[in-house]
């Protein structure tokens, strides 16, 4: 079974500054999909970005990047440029891909809020 | 695209009551997914369907939960009889396998109390 440990309970960044909010995951699997979450007070789940693990490339969406690290099982979200929209609930997802569409395991998640 | 579709968004009823919650995902995708959030649990998979068919309901945590996908375009997740520990958020999404480990698409939610 798989484990997705965010070890960050809560983070506050100032308005235009950056953040990264830290993931970590235990799985025997070789392909594999990793995914940021956010959630904002209107409870809506937002896909903010997701890595696949056989590239080796960090993806990015915009001011959303990630620190993949496959050997070490960390899979990192940074923010750049924070705005106040971004305070929410972040959580870091995975999926073990294969026949598992859309079957997520989720971290405990990250309260993130932006300072103005 | 109107998106995966959830109701009622707010339940309160009483202990030992029905509850149905209803779920209507994205046409065409083929897979859907029940998912229970708790601040104790955080966000845990119930049970989840491929082409209407139960595949791994092992997240349903008693036999008071039960959830059904009579067809393609609906789900219901029930609990009978209720109990105040149920009380939680209970999300519904889907997917499509367009390729491997493609994203899951949420509902709103539906907020359930039970007191």
């Known amino acids: 079974a798989q484990t997705v440990t965010q070890s960050q309970p809560e983070m506050s960044v100032q308005e235009a500054e950056t953040v990264t909010l830290s993931c970590t995951y235990d799985?025997?699997?070789?392909?594999?999909?990793l995914f940021w979450y956010k959630q904002p007070p209107s409870r809506q789940m937002i896909l903010v970005i997701r890595q696949e693990a056989y590239k080796q490339q960090n993806a990015t969406e915009n001011r959303f990047s990630v620190n993949f690290q496959k050997a070490a099982k960390s899979f990192s979200l940074k923010i750049s440029d924070s705005q106040l929209g971004d305070t929410a609930m972040y959580f870091c997802?995975?999926?073990?891909?294969?026949?598992?569409?859309?079957?997520?395991?989720f971290g405990q998640g990250t309260i993130l809020t932006v300072h103005p | 695209d109107a998106g995966v579709i959830q109701s009622p968004r707010h339940e309160v009823t009483e202990m030992g009551q029905e509850v149905t919650l209803r779920c209507k995902p994205i046409?065409?995708?083929?897979?859907l997914f029940w998912y229970r959030q708790t601040m104790m649990r955080g966000l845990e998979l119930l049970i989840y369907?491929?082409?209407?068919?139960?595949?791994?309901d092992s997240g349903m945590p008693e036999d008071r939960f039960s959830a059904k996908m009579p067809n393609a375009s609906f789900s219901t997740l029930k609990i009978q009889p209720s109990e105040p520990r149920d009380s939680a958020v209970y999300f519904c999404a889907s997917s499509s396998p367009t390729g491997f480990g493609t994203e899951a698409f949420f509902g709103q939610g539906t907020r359930l109390t039970v007191v």
């Open positions: 046409s065409g995708h083929d897979y």
């Open positions: 369907f491929n082409n209407n068919v139960p595949i791994d």
């Open positions: 997802a995975f999926n073990a891909g294969g026949t598992s569409y859309g079957k997520l395991t």
């Open positions: 799985t025997s699997e070789s392909n594999y999909y």
